[in-house]
């Protein structure tokens, strides 16, 4: 199987502090990366690294073997990043929203309606999201995952402020992805609970 | 195309719902304008006089008191970071914004020119130039301050920084523009001034929207 995304003796600094250094790892499709680590220990910052939005300190990232740095454009046709901020305009409606970033990766979103009302949206489409709860924001910056084509989803803790069930409901939808060929980059304080064929674990350790 | 039709709607939508960041420097601006006369003297040799440079302060002022929010929501909700990992919608949004920024302040500024010109005792043909410097000035203001916005938007309060920025470049627009209202009112031509501030816009629309472009990656990089 080859490998789809892999990182090379990467080292990242922020204000002076080494976050980590000499980190490795290769994901072939299929494959979950699922980084753990306590607060500061540079979770999202090498989710940013990996996302292209930052250079590390040293090191190299590969995408399909070759360094990211290379084919920036190619790479970013391939990704999907959900950062820690959701993305999502708190004056605009869900269905605004989603219809910004349809528009943005081209994808064709057939039912709008529909799929809010999978996520538990029903009735909620046309008021502005800041008057959602924390929860609701979140699946309202989640439904892209169920409208992109793109195989490699960088995500910086999705479960926060989901509900079990939905959280159950990504899942699902995250092994779906897997068994397409995509693979999942994802940070999270809360253990997977679905039975993943492949998951790759990362611990970050705090360091001073 | 559908991209940027889908980015201009957003953006519309957004004026939409925060009416105020384009009322208040509409508002601003005819407050501004409407003083002077109360200030000076309603003598309309006088104001006819100071007019054009009155008119163009005014604008300036205004645009740039509209540009400091411009892009603060979507840095601080991740939208700008997501666009530039995403790369490819990024320059669509920059222009769209670009766009919608100079429809809501550049576009009332002249719809409301008649009213201007009733306050400051401007003839027709002054009218007539005030309309075309603004047509040809305003959306090198906007472009100008939307690349301030996109400068200054992770700093904190960014609005004197951004006025710092801007201001310098809005000088000689400032200088051409109100020199060919002046020469318009004593009868002189006015073309080559005309010319000089279609060759401003004409460079900066070329130019300001990669600069912009750069500018967000640096910001969120």
Redesign the interface.
Known sequence: MSIILAAEALSCVRQDRVLFENLNFQLSAGQVLYIQGKNGAGKSSLLRLL?????PEDGQILFHGKPLFAQ??LY??Q??????????????TAL?NL??WS????QQLADPYQLLGSLGLAGLEDI?CFMLSAGQQRRVSLARLWFTNKPVWILDEPFTSLDQQLIARLEQHFLQHLAAGGVIVLTSHQSLSAAYPELKSLELEYRW | MVMWRALVQRELQLLGRQKADWLNPLVFFLLVLSLFPLGIGPEPGMLKQIAPGLVWIAALLSVLLSAERLFKDDYRFGVIEQLVAGRQGLFSYVTAKICCHWLSTGVPLVLVSPLIAVLLGLDWQSWQVLVVTLLLGTPVLSLLSVLGAALTMAADKGGILQALIILPLYIPLLIFASGAMEAAATALPYTGQLAVLLAFLLFALALVPLAVRQALRMNVG
């Open positions: 996302a292209g939005l930052t250079l920036p454009e970013a046709e990704l999907l990043f959900i950062g820690h901020q959701s993305g999502i305009h708190p004056q605009l605004q219809a910004f528009a943005l990766t081209d502005p």
